[in-house]
């Protein structure tokens, strides 16, 4: 096996499929590069969609597609890098890039779920993981 270089990393950023996961890191980028400057806010997108559904909830929608996005990128190029390493470039590969590429976006959408309970302490005003208390059924 030989020892990964720089042109490796970057194929596997710019190669199908995890070339999805980089458009959408470049978005990110702009996108909080936008929030910096003041050109648009870091709730803009909440009143749109709501991700309580996919266990992503109490956070704002632009923190949680931010954080999945850049953990499928930096799985994916990892596994990609990893499986030519492994196996080096031919047909195996290219099969197996589409499915390690899908285990990547897999995994890092669990660590999303996972990371973002945390963030929640941070946004209080977003609805998501507080536990309010149970109402007092009990007649007095």
Request: hydrophobic content about 55%.
């Amino acid at each position: 096996m030989t020892p990964m270089s720089m042109p490796t990393l970057v194929q596997a950023a710019v190669g199908f499929p995890v070339l999805l996961f980089t458009a959408g890191l470049v978005v990110v980028v702009c996108f909080w590069l936008l929030v910096a400057v003041g050109v648009t806010s870091l709730g803009s997108f909440d009143a749109d969609v709501d991700l309580e559904g996919w266990g992503m909830g109490g956070v704002p929608v632009s923190v949680a597609l931010s954080l999945l996005t850049a953990l499928a990128w930096f799985l994916g190029v990892g596994a990609s890098v990893l499986l030519v390493g492994l196996t080096g470039e031919g047909a195996v590969t290219g099969l197996l890039r589409p499915v390690v590429t899908a285990g990547a976006l897999f995994v890092a959408w669990r660590l999303t779920c996972l990371f973002v309970r945390p963030l929640h302490r941070l946004f209080p005003d977003e609805p998501g993981f507080a536990r309010s208390a149970a109402p007092d059924r009990r007649k007095a």
